[in-house]
């Protein structure tokens, strides 16, 4: 989570000028009646006692511990955080905006009432309750980070309004360990909550092939009215804390898949974030960029090559060699659509199977 990640993402945006095609926007951050949306109040105080005190921070709020260490100003920054991603919702449902991206947020692993995962305050699940609290009646969340988007199918486990959708890597071998098939909401949420977990090793074809054999059919049936989705870069193959193997030509795949599906169910109404992403330097500022042209309305191609001023840059904050150019060599990205058929012996495919069957009966899509 090396904030270098978000400035070399910035200062991208900025050398291939995709800036000159949106607004930037300094939100406030999330007082405690937004923050209280989603997390408790003892909760909320825990943060803020760990924030002014980072040696008496408690563990039994997921505070003080090595996924979750307590700093100076952690409060401040994780409302911060949350603000922008809360004002970028209200701004696409007032109109102001049609889409919007908050590449700092997508800290989908915080719970209301700890912190897990990197994730202190929920970014995702706060600007998800802010649009129910401002009317929306229907959201989906669509969350394509490497692991599974724990916390915000748990804010909104009961809730019919949010369809949660998560494609992720097994969680047999990743944390957080849940997102299974299974994994279904309760009481009038059954079937709010859909899990697609993905075989470790899982590549472009089969990744895509996935998401496109879920979640178009899936918002087709529910309709939202505004589409947020989490773009962890963290499924790509130089990933150092997960085992997919996507390149960034599939993530960007996916993230035109996720402008087109607001597009066409949603009235163009998009709130992206970012997400995880641990290859800092080669993965996580070339994806994001993608992610915010794409929102722009000016995608980059591919074979774009990268400004060497961006790359001294890079090298002047990390001593690391950037890449040069805004792929992975891997472009046009090939997959096979669900409907020309399955194979009942792949082990991607048996995934695919297990969530079909586990939450399209739940919404009336299989007999």
Not at 93 to 116: C, D, I, K, Y
Not at 288 to 305: D, K, M, Q, S, Y
Request: hydrophobic share 45%.
């Amino acid at each position: 989570m090396d904030p270098v990640r978000l400035v070399l993402t910035r200062k991208l945006v900025g050398a291939l000028g995709v800036d000159r095609e949106l607004e930037t926007v300094a939100a406030k951050p999330a007082g405690d009646s937004t923050l209280r949306l989603v997390h408790r109040d003892d909760y909320i105080e825990a943060v803020k006692a760990a924030s002014a005190d980072p040696a008496a921070a408690d563990t039994s709020y997921g505070l003080g511990t090595p996924d979750d260490p307590a700093f100076a100003g952690m409060h401040e920054v994780s409302a911060l955080i949350a603000g922008q991603s809360v004002a970028a919702a209200e701004a696409v449902w007032r109109g102001e905006a049609l889409h919007a991206v908050n590449f700092t947020g997508g800290l989908h692993h915080a719970m209301p009432g700890s912190a897990s995962g990197f994730c202190v305050y929920n970014d995702a699940a706060l600007a998800i309750a802010r649009l129910l609290e401002l009317g929306v009646e229907r959201v989906a969340y669509v969350d394509v980070d490497v692991h599974h988007g724990d916390g915000v199918q748990a804010a909104f486990w009961e809730d019919p309004r949010v369809l949660t959708i998560s494609v992720h890597e097994h969680p047999r071998t990743l944390f957080p360990q849940s997102g299974w098939p299974q994994e279904t909401g309760a009481g009038a949420g059954e079937g709010a909550a859909v899990n697609l977990p993905l075989p470790a090793g899982t590549g472009d074809a089969g990744w895509v092939r996935a998401f496109h054999a879920v979640v178009p059919e899936l918002l087709a049936d529910f309709l939202p009215q505004v589409l947020v989705s989490q773009h962890g870069a963290d499924t790509h193959f130089e990933d150092p804390l997960a085992h997919l193997a996507v390149s960034l030509d599939a993530q960007r795949v996916v993230q035109l898949a996720c402008h087109e599906l607001a597009h066409e169910y949603a009235d163009g109404k998009w709130v992206a974030l970012g997400g995880g992403g641990y290859a800092v330097v080669d993965v996580v500022p070339r994806s994001w960029t993608h992610l915010v042209a794409i929102a722009a309305g000016r995608p980059v191609a591919p074979e774009t090559v990268i400004p060497e001023g961006w790359r001294q840059e890079v090298y002047a904050r990390t001593r690391e060699l950037a890449p040069q150019r805004m792929t992975d060599g891997r472009w046009p990205v090939s997959w096979a659509p669900w409907e020309g058929g399955y194979d009942p012996a792949d082990r991607l495919d048996q995934s695919v199977l297990a969530t079909r069957r586990s939450a399209f009966p739940l919404r009336g899509l299989l007999p």
